[in-house]
């Protein structure tokens, strides 16, 4: 869920529907946290780049839930259910951009022996434009 779409009208919070659960850097031990900008973990001397957060995301999730365990991050992806919706803040207004929503919704259906690719899998998405849900899309 983009968190942007669901802001109130006179600007006083937010309305987010049931079941909505933050990935928002700060809030979650699933918030992304890497940002546009920040130098580079990999590159001395470079920043990252808008495109590169994802990536380097991925490689992240992947390491704290697989390699080190990290008790937070396998916490909060153990918490997740099914009918929950994942919000956050990465997407523009206008719902352009990348999300990290993506990426933990993949890791968390094969966290759960879930399909991951083929039947009843998540569609891959890319442009960060729709609503992120545990269920597949039919």
């Not at 933050?22 to 900008?37: E, Q």
């Not at 990536?55 to 697989?66: D, F, I, K, P």
């Not at 990290?70 to 990348?98: E, I, K, Q, W, Y």
Request: hydrophobic share 35%; net charge positive.
């Amino acid at each position: 869920i983009n968190r942007w779409w669901y802001a109130r009208r006179d600007k006083s919070g937010f309305d987010f529907p049931p079941n909505t659960v933050s990935i928002m850097r700060g809030d979650s031990a699933l918030g992304n946290p890497f940002r546009v900008g920040d130098p580079h973990p990999h590159r001395p001397g470079e920043v990252i780049a808008g495109d590169e957060c994802i990536g380097l995301y991925r490689q992240w999730l992947h390491y704290m839930l697989h390699v080190e365990r990290h008790r937070g991050v396998v916490a909060a992806m153990n918490r997740l259910r099914p009918f929950d919706h994942l919000m956050c803040a990465c997407l523009r207004p206008d719902g352009s951009g990348l999300c990290h929503g993506q990426v933990v919704l993949r890791a968390w259906r094969h966290w759960n022996n879930r399909p991951v690719d083929g039947p009843g899998a998540l569609p891959k998405v890319e442009d960060g434009k729709h609503g992120a849900s545990l269920q597949p899309v039919e």
